[in-house]
């Protein structure tokens, strides 16, 4: 595990174990304190992912960069009836998947969709 030391907070073993057990080939790890939560920033199988533990350990969430073409297809022409695609994230919560995907209108506006796995609009707003 390759652990960048960029900041100086103290981050719990519980969560660094968790994440080596979850992560198993997490390279360039970034901790960042989130209120009472620790983030780690890192790459794995080449893909950014950030994932959200609790000081004890539990993983709470995380989200990883879903690279072009592979959002799954109905989520895909869902958001493409909207306009052009900028980024998109895929999110496991709780073991629930969402997709947050960021696109812009013609008018070159930009908002955020967090569409469920079963193609629902949970949340949709202007940036």
């Excluded at 790890?29 to 080449?46: K, L, P």
């Excluded at 609790?54 to 073409?69: N, T």
Aim: charged residues 25%; glycine residues 4%.
């Amino acid at each position: 595990m390759n652990i960048i030391e960029s900041n100086a907070i103290n981050v719990p073993k519980a969560c660094t174990e968790a994440l080596e057990k979850s992560f198993s080939r997490a390279i360039n790890i970034d901790w960042q304190q989130v209120q009472a939560n620790f983030e780690a920033i890192f790459y794995q199988d080449d893909l950014e992912y950030i994932a959200l533990f609790q000081a004890d350990g539990m993983l709470i969430e995380y989200r990883k960069i879903v690279p072009a073409g592979y959002l799954p297809f109905a989520i895909r022409q869902l958001v493409l009836e909207k306009g052009e695609v900028m980024n998109r994230l895929m999110v496991n919560r709780g073991n629930e998947l969402f997709y947050e995907v960021i696109y812009r209108d013609e008018a070159l506006n930009r908002f955020m969709l967090l569409i469920n796995d079963q193609g629902n609009i949970i949340k949709h707003q202007k940036l």
